[in-house]
């Protein structure tokens, strides 16, 4: 069975899902201004696993570094799960580039090259944002790329975070504006 919790953090509604044991979603519902699927789950507002996953969003939300993962059961290929695997290694506070990523996981599959492009597809697929946390990735350079929460959001993300965002660059169009 597949259970619930809205959370409303400094950026707006959050759903945590979950599988009744380990967090499997975290989606807006408000962020920039969309609306993203609010349909009913039951409640799990009592699982252990939503009040550790609510319990580091209140760490993280007060700006200190939580020092735990709430467990975590996000769906998705084996690809996508080494590229998650791989976010959860970058540390509080730091950037990593997509290219880097890619080059870390052709290392881990034993190539020469990956594309960025599809360590991209990965990184936008994640369905535990935050936690997992693909916003601490960006493009070469300092450019700022996708971000399903939007990009203010994951700026501000960054900021909570102590990076100095001065310095990144943000597209003058972009569908995650």
Same mark, same amino acid.
């Given at each position: 069975?597949?259970?619930?919790?809205?959370?409303?953090?400094?950026?707006?509604?959050?759903?945590?899902?979950?599988?009744?044991?380990?967090?499997?979603?975290?989606?807006?519902?408000?962020?920039?201004?969309?609306?993203?699927?609010?349909?009913?789950?039951?409640?799990?507002?009592?699982?252990?696993?939503?009040?550790?996953?609510?319990?580091?969003?209140?760490?993280?939300?007060?700006?200190?570094?939580?020092?735990?993962?709430?467990?975590?059961?996000?769906?998705?290929?084996?690809?996508?799960?080494?590229?998650?695997?791989?976010? $959860? #290694?970058?540390?509080? +506070?730091? /950037?990593?580039?997509?290219?880097?990523?890619?080059? !870390?996981?052709?290392?881990?599959?034993? @190539?020469?090259?990956?594309?960025?492009?599809?360590?991209?597809?990965?990184?936008?697929?994640?369905?535990?944002?935050?936690?997992?946390?693909?916003?601490?990735?960006?493009?070469?350079?300092?450019? $700022? #790329?996708?971000?399903? +929460?939007? /990009?203010?959001?994951?700026?501000?993300?960054?900021? !909570?975070?102590?990076?100095?965002?001065? @310095?990144?660059?943000?597209?003058?169009?972009?569908?995650?504006?």
């Amino acid at each position: 069975m597949i259970y619930g919790t809205d959370y409303i953090s400094p950026l707006g509604a959050i759903r945590l899902v979950s599988n009744g044991e380990a967090l499997t979603g975290l989606h807006t519902l408000f962020w920039n201004g969309r609306q993203a699927d609010d349909a009913p789950l039951p409640d799990g507002s009592a699982l252990p696993c939503l009040k550790d996953a609510i319990r580091w969003l209140d760490i993280y939300f007060a700006g200190k570094k939580p020092n735990f993962t709430p467990p975590l059961a996000p769906e998705g290929s084996a690809f996508r799960q080494e590229v998650w695997q791989i976010l $959860l #290694t970058i540390p509080y +506070g730091k /950037l990593m580039t997509y290219g880097e990523i890619a080059a !870390l996981m052709a290392c881990k599959c034993g @190539k020469k090259k990956m594309s960025a492009q599809a360590v991209g597809g990965a990184v936008g697929a994640n369905p535990i944002g935050i936690i997992i946390p693909c916003h601490r990735v960006i493009g070469a350079n300092g450019n $700022l #790329t996708g971000y399903a +929460g939007g /990009l203010v959001s994951k700026v501000n993300l960054l900021k !909570l975070e102590g990076i100095d965002t001065d @310095k990144l660059i943000m597209p003058k169009k972009s569908r995650f504006l």
